[in-house]
């Protein structure tokens, strides 16, 4: 099975920081790569698809990028609601594996 | 508007067996793989099975391989997994999962239900 490690586990900031969230695969992904919101007690929520692709309605301040085994989220300007936990996801040749996520929380 | 939403999960003892159901709606149900996925504190999300639009593919991750199956009605729109052999460690809340992409087996997962909480425990 291929892995994914997150990094940091916890990130503490602030509203309007910068925030870059890193995801690295034991293998090559090229990009097959998702990333995922969730707060508590809620189901995930599709981000960022195929390293890069916003869905639909998602706020233009969150971005993906990366390929192969390096990946990063970044957030340009942290808001209120962007509090929450982030997971990576790839979905590469019969695979399928979640990062252990990275909670974000108030500073 | 897409909804999915689990039913089944309860509080079982180990070796016993349970039923997820999944009822979707609000898309072409039979156009999409389908995915279960857990969640525990401890090993976050797992991705469980997937089933392919048809029924005629599927696959589990290594722990419920031969113990749960994964399957579809697409007449009722749902999708259901059959638990068996239930240990402690299967102790979760179980989503279901509508793929991104028509068609797509490796793929992103969209729409998620709200879960349901299975408890393994004597």
């Known amino acids: 099975d291929i892995q994914m490690t997150q990094s940091p586990s916890t990130l503490s900031a602030s509203v309007g920081d910068i925030v870059t969230i890193t995801c690295r695969a034991s293998?090559?992904?090229?990009?097959?790569l998702a990333w995922y919101q969730q707060k508590p007690g809620k189901a995930p929520k599709l981000l960022i698809y195929?390293?890069?692709t916003l869905q639909s309605g998602v706020p233009s301040r969150f971005s993906g990028t990366g390929f192969g085994t390096e990946f990063t989220l970044t957030v340009s300007s942290l808001q209120p609601d962007d509090f929450a936990t982030y997971y990576c996801?790839?979905?590469?040749?019969?695979?399928?594996?979640f990062g252990q996520g990275t909670k974000v929380d108030i500073k | 508007e897409v909804q999915l939403v689990e039913s089944g999960g309860a509080l079982v003892q180990p070796g016993g067996s349970l039923r997820l159901s999944c009822a979707a709606s609000?898309?072409?149900?039979?156009?999409?793989?389908m995915t279960w996925v857990r969640q525990t504190p401890d090993k976050g999300l797992e991705w469980v099975a997937n089933?392919?639009?048809?029924?005629?593919?599927?696959h589990y991750m290594a722990s419920v391989q031969g113990r749960f199956t994964i399957s579809r009605d697409n007449a009722k729109n749902s999708l259901y997994l059959q638990m068996n052999s239930l240990r402690t460690e299967d102790t979760a809340i179980y989503y279901c999962?509508?793929?991104?992409?028509?068609?797509?087996?490796?793929?992103?997962?969209?729409?998620w239900g709200q879960g349901t909480q299975v408890t393994v425990s004597s």
């Open positions: 195929e390293t890069s």
């Open positions: 089933i392919k639009q048809d029924g005629s593919e599927k």
């Open positions: 996801h790839q979905y590469s040749y019969y695979s399928w594996t």
């Open positions: 293998q090559s992904v090229t990009n097959r």
């Open positions: 609000g898309f072409t149900f039979n156009a999409y793989w």
């Open positions: 999962a509508k793929h991104t992409k028509p068609d797509f087996r490796e793929d992103s997962f969209h729409y």
